[in-house]
C-alpha cells in the first residue's frame, strides 16, 4: 500500500523568505512522486515530478523537490516566496509497478500563506 | 495543446434536473478521470477510463454516470442528485503510465439546490 503525510496543515511565511512544505511518504514499490498547486477555485496544476531519475527536482515557478530514499521525503522548497505562491499545496504519489496503475495516492494538503 | 477543458465552469441544478458536465483533451491521452473535491480537502477519484473503457468505479452512486465518447472526450451525467453533491468536479487525463503525472481541468463547481 502507498500513503503519503504532508507534515503541515498551514505554512505562512513572509514574502521573499525561503519556502519549506513537508511530505513523507510510504510505498511498497519504487515511487513516483509529484508536487501540485491548487491556486482558489481553480484546478490542479502541476508543480514537479519525481520518476527514478536525479534526485533534485526543479519544477515550475522556482520551486524544487528533493528526493530521500533514506527519510522516506519529498519536501518541497523555494528560496524566496511571492504572493502570487499562496495556495494549497499537495503531495502525490503513486506506485512503479510495471503495470497499469491508474491511482494517485493524495496528501491532505498544506494551505501556504505569504504575507507581504 | 496542452490543456484539459472542462465545461461549464460553474453550474447551479435542482434536486431532480439532469445535466452533464464535460471534459475534452487533445494530448493523446488514453486514460481520463472524473475527481470530486470539496472544500479544503483533497480530490477523490470517482471514475477511471482507459483506452474508452470504465476501468475503475469507485463505489459512486448511481445518480453519477459516466460517458467515454471517444478518446477526447469524457462525461459526467447527473441526475438527482443531493445538495451533499455539490463540490468541484475535476477532470483529468494522463498517459497509461502515470509517470508523467496527470493533467487536471480547471473545473466546475457544482451546486444543487
Known amino acids: 500500500a502507498q500513503s503519503v503525510t504532508q507534515l503541515d496543515s498551514h505554512v505562512s511565511v513572509s514574502e521573499g523568505t525561503p519556502v519549506l512544505l513537508r511530505c513523507n511518504y510510504s510505498?511498497?514499490?519504487?515511487?513516483?512522486l509529484f508536487w501540485y498547486v491548487q491556486h482558489p477555485n481553480k484546478g490542479l496544476q502541476l508543480l514537479l515530478k519525481y520518476t527514478s531519475a536525479a534526485t533534485l527536482v526543479k519544477g515550475i515557478n522556482g520551486f524544487e523537490a528533493e528526493f530521500k530514499k533514506s527519510e522516506t521525503s519529498f519536501h518541497l522548497t523555494k528560496p524566496s516566496a511571492h504572493m502570487s505562491d499562496a495556495a494549497e499545496y499537495f503531495c502525490v504519489v503513486t506506485l512503479n509497478s510495471g503495470g497499469s496503475n491508474y491511482k494517485l495516492t493524495f496528501g491532505k494538503g498544506t494551505l501556504l500563506t505569504v504575507n507581504p | 495543446d496542452t490543456e484539459v477543458t472542462q465545461t461549464p465552469k460553474h453550474l447551479v441544478m435542482g434536486m431532480t434536473n439532469k445535466k452533464s458536465l464535460k471534459c475534452e483533451q487533445h494530448m493523446g491521452h488514453r486514460a481520463m478521470y472524473w475527481y470530486k473535491q470539496k472544500a479544503k480537502k483533497p480530490p477523490e477519484l470517482m471514475f477511471v477510463y482507459s483506452y474508452e473503457k470504465l476501468s475503475i468505479n469507485e463505489s459512486v452512486p448511481s445518480r453519477f454516470s459516466p460517458e467515454c465518447p471517444n478518446s477526447s472526450l469524457l462525461n459526467l451525467h447527473l441526475h438527482a442528485l443531493q445538495p451533499e453533491d455539490s463540490a468541484l468536479y475535476l477532470c483529468?487525463?494522463?498517459?497509461?503510465?502515470?509517470?508523467?503525472?496527470?493533467?487536471f481541468g480547471s473545473g466546475t463547481r457544482l451546486t444543487v439546490v
Open positions: 510505498s511498497s514499490y519504487s515511487p513516483s
Open positions: 483529468a487525463s494522463s498517459q497509461t503510465s502515470l509517470n508523467y503525472g496527470y493533467t
